[in-house]
């Protein structure tokens, strides 16, 4: 599976729109971008994924740039309960395939 | 669903000692997954199973650690004999669609 970059932290007022990017130029036309979270000593959180359009859901949305080498992550509203690492994972298959990386660190800042 | 569950949250056991991590995945679920966190190295991918079935153990890193499933609501991590270097946040998850869902973990401290 293709690999991704994220920039390691990014700061983010409450109240406001987080966009946290991730480059996977080398991804392939059968893999999707997964997204998770990881907030201070629980496990990671599912968050969304797509293909190649568009995705929301009632957590986030998600932002995949028409020759789907990067991609976009938008908390539109960010709270401090969001204060987590993100972490953007390219995968064909999904769960049984996911390679974390390092991932964002995101700071909401009262 | 009161979601995966693992036990122990926190286990302290003595260098040589065996230890058993549990874990009870997500009703319907027919895919798990036990992962291992550290500062060093992230989450790593120790083992998955599908139907019960272990599917790819390449994660595993030695045969200290062992992994089973005996039936669909329940899997267990094995390390005998433990080492300090195993301490580490132990996660297992399931899964039935594609993304996975979490535990809470186990955080292991090898003295």
């Known amino acids: 599976d293709a690999k991704t970059t994220q920039p390691p932290s990014m700061d983010c007022a409450e109240g406001r729109a987080a966009n946290l990017p991730c480059n996977h130029s080398?991804?392939?036309?059968?893999?999707?971008v997964y997204w998770y979270r990881q907030i201070h000593s629980q496990g990671p959180q599912y968050i969304i994924h797509?293909?190649?359009n568009n995705e929301t859901n009632e957590m986030a949305s998600l932002i995949i740039t028409e020759d789907r080498k990067s991609s976009t992550l938008i908390l539109p509203h960010a709270t401090l309960r969001d204060t987590a690492v993100y972490y953007c994972?390219?995968?064909?298959?999904?769960?049984?395939?996911?390679?974390f990386g390092t991932g964002t660190r995101l700071t909401v800042i009262p | 669903d009161a979601g995966v569950i693992q036990s122990p949250r926190h286990e302290v056991t003595e260098m040589g000692q065996e230890v058993t991590l549990r874990c009870k995945p997500i009703s319907g679920h027919d895919y798990l997954f036990w992962y291992r966190q550290t500062m060093m190295r992230g989450l790593e991918l120790l083992i998955y199973?599908?139907?019960?079935?272990?599917?790819?153990d390449s994660g595993m890193p030695e045969d200290r650690f062992s992994a089973k499933m005996p039936n669909a609501s329940f899997s267990t991590l094995k390390i005998q004999p433990s080492e300090p270097r195993d301490s580490a946040v132990y996660f297992c998850a399931s899964s039935l669609t594609g993304y996975a869902f979490f535990g809470q973990g186990t955080r292991l401290t090898v003295v």
């Open positions: 199973f599908n139907n019960n079935v272990p599917i790819d």
């Open positions: 994972i390219v995968s064909r298959t999904g769960a049984n395939n996911l390679f």
């Open positions: 797509g293909l190649k």
């Open positions: 080398t991804i392939s036309g059968n893999e999707y």
